[in-house]
């Protein structure tokens, strides 16, 4: 049986719990794009996704196991990560934890960037502690990319997300990512990403 635990402009998530615990990610119709078209783009997302995540997985980074992927339903199948998801649960831990978490968030997206990868939705939605272990979720706007640009923007959205969110700390928090995370030329790239973003508005 399927859960619908959550829904996105691009996808619904369910929870199928029978043989076992397992995040079913359909990819859903867009009704302003011909069907065709839209089947089209949907299977490119959900095969690059899967591809993403088996990548991520490949090099040590730790991501849910991609079980199948259904190219008629455009939906992925895999491990269900039970535990908390930083977004709800980072602010309550004391400050000790707190920068030891996010601590291993830096040293998970160390490992993406260095193999060239780009999560696209770097935020506390989409990491989760599970024991004392850091997963990074939902790679639906992932990509390859040896940009040093694309690896700042990365680092640009999980700053963003702890100003957001977790602002009581936020800069002491980032602080702890960058000590782990430790890329000087992409963290100098950052302030340009910030600067850039400053003279928009």
Same mark, same amino acid.
């Given at each position: ?9 691009? %996808?619904? @998530?369910?929870?199928?719990?029978? #043989? ?12 302003? /794009?011909? #069907? ?7 299977? /490119?997302?959900? /095969? ?7 990548? %991520? ?6 991501? #849910? ?28 831990? #004391? ?15 160390? @490992? ?6 780009? =999560? ?15 997963? @990074? ?18 680092? =640009?959205? @999980? ?6 969110? =977790? ?21 100098? /790239? ?10 928009? =508005?």
């Amino acid at each position: 049986m399927n859960k619908l635990i959550q829904q996105g402009a691009e %996808a619904k @998530i369910y929870l199928q719990v029978v #043989p076992e615990a397992v995040i079913n990610k359909e990819r859903t119709q867009k009704g302003y /794009r011909h #069907p065709s078209l839209d089947k089209q783009i949907r299977t /490119r997302r959900t /095969r690059s996704e899967a591809k993403i995540i088996n990548k %991520a997985s490949s090099f040590g980074a730790n991501v #849910p196991g991609v079980h199948s992927v259904d190219k008629n339903s455009q939906t992925i199948s895999m491990q269900f990560i039970e535990g908390d998801r930083l977004s709800e649960t980072l602010n309550s831990y #004391p400050e000790e934890k707190q920068f030891s978490v996010m601590q291993k968030i830096g040293e998970q997206v160390a @490992i993406l960037h260095k193999n060239n990868i780009i =999560h696209g939705d770097l935020t506390t939605s989409n990491t989760i502690l599970s024991k004392d272990k850091l997963f @990074i979720i939902d790679f639906g706007l992932g990509f390859i990319s040896t940009k040093i640009e694309d690896k700042a923007v990365d680092l =640009h959205l @999980i700053k963003q997300a702890l100003e957001a969110k =977790h602002f009581q700390n936020n800069e002491a928090l980032f602080q702890q990512f960058l000590k782990i995370y430790k890329n000087k030329e992409i963290i100098q /790239r950052l302030e340009v990403v910030e600067k850039r973003g400053r003279y928009k =508005h």
